[in-house]
């Protein structure tokens, strides 16, 4: 509304339907005759604008005190309560048509929880107790996805053919005849009956009838074999048996025979491809995944108090967490954050499956960085202090919050070798070369991993902000300020990437420049350069966005050449980072030749030998291959794999290396399909997930990742997922009152989450990475082959989800006290 229109409310509901009508201006006149003209011109545009046919669907699921159902009109389908309904029907009987009166008039109806906390706002007392009905009804129940767990790649010794004979199998319960699956050397596959009793570690003989019609194996033609795993498959067994050698003097002709035969034979019979494909889908998803992290990290060497921060893995997602924890000489303060005692309390809780929330913000005085951090088991001692302690934080323009969570180093994990049988990874040694004993010395020093997640947000930071810090304690404050050190700690920065995806090599080169953009100019110093780019660096934030167009001066190099004139050369900034001291530029070409890039062309040409390469790989050489596959078989968080099918996207690959937390058991509770996830919680919000695909088409590879929040109502006694799951947006939960409500009526009814969604664009697949495994299965299988390819290449983006309940449900709890 232009304009408060309370006070004529009776003209306004008088005329409802009215506006089509011939002497509308006739009645208008004479009812309105008592009102200002000014007044009166207003409220004729609000009872028009009110008139005006409308096409938003309403959903008041979780947004009311009463039971939604779906309520169809024309060839909409709204989603309303009983109260909403009566509403609806009332006024669209006046209206004739559904108008924006019909939808503004079902959407503050006297049940709404925004109505009654505007009412409890104004001094209005509120008797109806509220009860929000945790309920969502939506086209699709069903989003299943499979999970594909990193770093779990099951090796095979053997190849095994796809083979199907008939065979004798003798156990205890007598002898029984059937067909096998497929072969190796020493093992084999075959089908029983449902209803034959066998069991794993057993001792069973078989007898091959298929082979003996036409080979002869020498002393004996019944084999011992050991089970070794059993999978139900329908109405059939599937066992899977290895091979017993009782006496290995005992010449043994069966073996070498096989040897021949499987040799001779794959390629008619084919080789069982499954773990190979399998192995390689969810190498292929780590590959998009861990360069796109939002998490950092952080490998923890020593014992007890000398417990430090080693080794961080970073990547673009998550360099701002590492740049935040710098002072001002780029030294990193990560052992601020990592405490030997905030380390004990992570322990406890990683137990109980909880994260450690720690607050904190940084003070710049004289040029100086002063860290301060409190944890929520620092502060929940007292509440009072705690609320003011994050309204001082809060404003603070540095205000960051940082999720922690820890593991052991799995140090069995530093190897990744491929799946193929033994005899094919000898050939192809890009990945199965094994870590250095010098890199192992260095992994066996490593502790514990500790991964930080910036949880911070807009919602949740303007809500702190509100939180009254006028009357702080200072000296409290203070007392959670670190203590500068003489000797900087040094936390080494391992580049995560699996490929250098940089067109040009940069070399490293330290110069001064001149910056100006508009009427404002800079002083700079570059870090490293490029024939087409290169990255420099201010002492102070500047006021430059991505997407500027700037001019450099090079006054220095200008000394040395004069075959070019380094002045005024238009750059465009392709990248800034969090405390805008540090830029990325690239040359910007109008309609003639950039003398910028043919000078720096010139330069490294004449210049290569002595030149530093920016080596971005790693600062520790082979360090990061190991250091990666550790971090990868430790991801707790599920990460939706974006894949594109037409010209739509769709989420069918979930990826993590465990569960952990409650999303990802609810997921797999809520699924119709055994061995899949339900992505219901996260992906049922339609408008939040139609906004993320298309802002997923506008992204590049190198855009910082789109935030949303999701808070989540599971009622674990409903019947259906309709009833079981509702979903709302932080945007349609905009008060820390409605946040509030949202969250008790969801614990009375099941349980809450809140959801930190990260979307992030994918750069293209490192096929070196992925080739031999891809060659071997299109050696034997053409057409699985190339749909492995084509499921390769056809990842578009991920997105990460945390669970961010602990900081929501401590925000609602302080705010509201």
């Given at each position: 509304?232009?304009?408060?229109?309370?006070?004529?409310?009776?003209?306004?509901?008088?005329?409802?339907?009215?506006?089509?009508?011939?002497?509308?201006e006739?009645?208008?006149?004479?009812?309105?005759?008592?009102?200002?003209?000014?007044?009166?011109?207003?409220?004729?545009?609000?009872?028009?604008?009110?008139?005006?046919?409308?096409?938003?669907?309403?959903?008041?699921?979780g947004?009311?005190?009463?039971?939604?159902?779906?309520?169809?009109?024309?060839?909409?389908?709204?989603?309303?309560?009983?109260?909403?309904?009566?509403?609806?029907?009332?006024?669209?009987?006046?209206?004739?048509?559904?108008t924006?009166?019909?939808?503004?008039?079902i959407?503050?109806?006297?049940?709404?929880?925004?109505?009654?906390?505007?009412?409890?706002?104004?001094?209005?007392?509120?008797?109806?107790?509220?009860?929000?009905?945790?309920?969502?009804?939506?086209e699709?129940?069903?989003?299943?996805?499979?999970?594909?767990?990193?770093?779990?790649?099951?090796?095979?010794?053997?190849?095994?053919?796809?083979?199907?004979?008939?065979?004798?199998?003798?156990?205890?319960?007598?002898k029984?005849?059937?067909?096998?699956?497929?072969?190796?050397?020493?093992?084999?596959?075959?089908r029983?009956?449902?209803?034959?009793?066998?069991?794993?570690?057993?001792?069973?003989?078989?007898?091959?009838?298929?082979?003996?019609?036409?080979?002869?194996?020498?002393?004996?033609d019944?084999?011992?074999?050991?089970?070794?795993?059993?999978?139900?498959?329908?109405?059939?067994?599937?066992?899977?048996?290895?091979?017993?050698?009782?006496?290995?003097?005992?010449?043994?002709?069966?073996?070498?025979?096989?040897?021949?035969?499987?040799?001779?034979n794959?390629r008619?019979?084919?080789?069982?491809?499954?773990?190979?494909?399998?192995?390689?889908?969810?190498?292929?998803?780590?590959?998009?995944?861990?360069?796109?992290?939002?998490?950092?990290?952080?490998?923890?060497s020593?014992?007890?108090?000398?417990?430090?921060?080693?080794?961080a893995?970073?990547?673009?997602?998550?360099?701002?967490?590492?740049?935040?924890?710098?002072?001002?000489?780029?030294?990193?303060?990560?052992?601020?954050?990592?405490?030997?005692?905030?380390?004990?309390?992570?322990?406890?809780?990683?137990?109980?499956?909880?994260?450690?929330?720690?607050?904190?913000?940084?003070?710049?005085?004289?040029?100086?960085?002063?860290?301060?951090?409190?944890?929520?088991?620092?502060?929940?001692?007292d509440?009072?202090?705690?609320?003011?302690?994050?309204?001082?934080?809060?404003?603070?323009?540095?205000?960051?919050?940082?999720s922690?969570?820890?593991?052991?180093?799995?140090?069995?994990?530093?190897?990744?070798?491929?799946?193929?049988?033994?005899?094919?990874?000898?050939?192809?040694?890009?990945?199965?070369?094994p870590?250095?004993?010098?890199?192992?010395?260095?992994?066996?020093?490593?502790?514990y991993?500790?991964?930080?997640?910036?949880?911070?947000?807009?919602?949740?930071?303007?809500?702190?902000?509100?939180?009254?810090?006028?009357?702080?304690?200072?000296?409290?404050?203070?007392?959670?300020?670190?203590?500068?050190?003489?000797?900087?700690?040094?936390?080494?920065?391992?580049?995560?990437?699996?490929?250098?995806?940089?067109?040009?090599?940069?070399?490293?080169?330290?110069?001064?420049?001149?910056?100006?953009?508009?009427?404002?100019?800079?002083?700079?110093?570059?870090?490293?350069?490029?024939?087409s780019?290169?990255?420099?660096?201010?002492?102070?934030?500047?006021?430059?966005?991505?997407?500027?167009i700037?001019?450099?001066?090079?006054?220095?190099?200008?000394?040395?050449?004069?075959?070019?004139?380094?002045?005024?050369?238009?750059?465009?900034?392709?990248?800034?980072?969090?405390?805008?001291?540090?830029?990325?530029?690239?040359?910007?070409?109008?309609?003639?030749?950039?003398?910028?890039?043919?000078?720096?062309?010139?330069?490294?040409?004449?210049?290569?030998?002595?030149?530093?390469?920016?080596?971005?790989?790693?600062?520790?050489?082979?360090?990061?291959?190991?250091?990666?596959?550790?971090?990868?078989?430790?991801?707790?968080?599920?990460?939706?794999?974006?894949?594109t099918?037409?010209?739509?996207?769709?989420?069918e690959?979930?990826?993590?290396?465990?569960?952990?937390?409650?999303?990802?058991?609810?997921?797999?509770?809520?699924?119709?399909?055994?061995?899949?996830?339900?992505?219901?919680?996260?992906?049922?919000?339609?408008?939040?997930?139609?906004?993320?695909?298309?802002?997923?088409?506008?992204?590049?590879?190198?855009?910082?990742?789109?935030?949303?929040?999701?808070?989540?109502?599971?009622?674990?006694?409903?019947?259906?997922?309709?009833?079981?799951?509702?979903?709302?947006?932080?945007?349609?939960?905009?008060?820390l009152?409605?946040?509030?409500?949202?969250?008790?009526?969801?614990?009375?009814?099941?349980?809450?989450?809140?959801?930190?969604?990260?979307?992030?664009?994918?750069?293209?697949?490192d096929m070196?990475?992925?080739?031999?495994?891809?060659?071997?299965i299109?050696?034997?299988?053409?057409?699985?082959?190339?749909q492995?390819?084509?499921?390769?290449w056809?990842?578009?983006?991920?997105?990460?989800?945390?669970?961010?309940?602990?900081?929501?449900?401590?925000?609602?709890?302080?705010?509201?006290?």
């Open positions: 509304m232009t304009n408060n229109f309370t006070k004529y409310k009776k003209i306004i509901d008088y005329f409802r339907g009215e506006v089509a009508s011939k002497d509308f006739t009645k208008f006149a004479a009812k309105s005759a008592h009102i200002p003209k000014t007044e009166r011109f207003l409220l004729k545009m609000e009872i028009k604008r009110l008139a005006a046919p409308c096409s938003r669907l309403v959903d008041l699921r947004l009311v005190d009463g039971e939604c159902k779906p309520f169809q009109h024309e060839e909409r389908t709204h989603f309303l309560d009983d109260v909403a309904i009566k509403v609806f029907n009332e006024n669209i009987n006046l209206y004739g048509i559904y924006l009166g019909v939808y503004e008039a959407t503050n109806t006297e049940n709404n929880f925004r109505v009654i906390y505007q009412k409890e706002k104004a001094g209005i007392k509120v008797t109806q107790e509220t009860k929000p009905k945790v309920q969502q009804v939506l699709k129940s069903q989003y299943p996805a499979k999970l594909y767990k990193f770093s779990e790649y099951y090796n095979r010794s053997e190849e095994r053919m796809n083979f199907s004979i008939a065979i004798l199998v003798t156990s205890e319960e007598g029984i005849e059937c067909h096998s699956s497929d072969i190796s050397i020493n093992g084999c596959r075959f029983l009956p449902s209803t034959t009793k066998i069991q794993m570690g057993q001792i069973i003989s078989i007898r091959f009838l298929g082979l003996e019609e036409e080979f002869e194996f020498g002393s004996s019944i084999f011992n074999y050991e089970v070794r795993n059993v999978q139900l498959v329908d109405t059939m067994q599937l066992v899977g048996v290895k091979r017993v050698y009782h006496d290995d003097n005992v010449k043994d002709g069966f073996k070498p025979f096989l040897t021949g035969f499987i040799q001779g794959k008619r019979y084919k080789i069982n491809l499954d773990n190979t494909i399998s192995a390689l889908l969810t190498r292929n998803f780590e590959q998009y995944v861990l360069p796109k992290s939002n998490e950092l990290p952080v490998f923890l020593g014992q007890d108090e000398k417990l430090r921060p080693k080794y893995l970073t990547c673009l997602n998550n360099h701002k967490i590492f740049e935040y924890w710098q002072d001002e000489n780029k030294h990193s303060t990560l052992h601020f954050l990592i405490t030997p005692d905030r380390i004990k309390r992570l322990k406890k809780l990683f137990v109980l499956g909880k994260a450690l929330v720690v607050y904190s913000f940084i003070h710049h005085s004289q040029g100086k960085s002063y860290f301060y951090s409190a944890d929520e088991e620092q502060l929940k001692g509440e009072g202090f705690m609320a003011e302690f994050l309204g001082f934080a809060a404003n603070k323009s540095d205000f960051a919050i940082t922690l969570t820890i593991s052991d180093v799995k140090k069995d994990k530093v190897n990744s070798f491929y799946t193929l049988s033994d005899s094919l990874s000898k050939k192809n040694q890009y990945l199965n070369f870590v250095s004993e010098e890199n192992v010395e260095k992994i066996n020093e490593l502790s991993l500790v991964v930080a997640n910036d949880i911070t947000n807009e919602n949740s930071t303007a809500i702190y902000r509100t939180f009254p810090a006028d009357n702080v304690n200072a000296s409290k404050i203070k007392a959670f300020g670190h203590k500068r050190i003489s000797t900087p700690c040094i936390v080494e920065e391992i580049g995560i990437n699996y490929k250098n995806h940089r067109q040009e090599s940069r070399f490293k080169f330290k110069t001064d420049v001149e910056v100006t953009h508009k009427d404002l100019s800079w002083s700079a110093q570059s870090l490293d350069f490029s024939a780019g290169l990255k420099l660096e201010f002492e102070d934030a500047i006021s430059l966005n991505k997407g500027d700037v001019y450099l001066s090079f006054t220095n190099l200008q000394k040395i050449t004069s075959s070019f004139e380094l002045k005024s050369l238009p750059y465009i900034i392709v990248r800034i980072n969090e405390k805008k001291t540090i830029i990325n530029l690239r040359v910007q070409i109008d309609k003639h030749k950039h003398i910028g890039k043919a000078f720096f062309k010139a330069l490294i040409e004449k210049n290569k030998d002595k030149l530093t390469l920016d080596e971005y790989a790693s600062m520790v050489q082979g360090l990061v291959k190991p250091l990666r596959n550790i971090y990868s078989s430790s991801v707790n968080i599920p990460n939706l794999i974006i894949q099918s037409g010209s739509r996207y769709k989420f690959a979930l990826g993590c290396a465990q569960e952990y937390g409650k999303l990802m058991p609810t997921m797999r509770e809520l699924s119709d399909k055994v061995g899949h996830y339900n992505l219901y919680p996260i992906l049922s919000n339609l408008s939040m997930t139609n906004a993320l695909m298309l802002n997923l088409k506008k992204m590049h590879a190198t855009d910082q990742p789109i935030t949303e929040v999701l808070y989540v109502a599971i009622n674990s006694d409903a019947e259906n997922i309709e009833e079981r799951v509702i979903t709302k947006v932080a945007s349609e939960l905009n008060t009152k409605l946040q509030d409500m949202f969250i008790k009526g969801a614990l009375k009814r099941g349980h809450f989450l809140c959801l930190q969604l990260k979307l992030s664009r994918t750069n293209v697949p070196d990475y992925l080739n031999p495994e891809l060659s071997y299109s050696s034997y299988a053409i057409h699985r082959g190339k492995v390819e084509q499921e390769i056809s990842v578009a983006g991920v997105v990460q989800v945390l669970d961010i309940t602990q900081e929501a449900m401590t925000r609602t709890r302080l705010g509201l006290n």
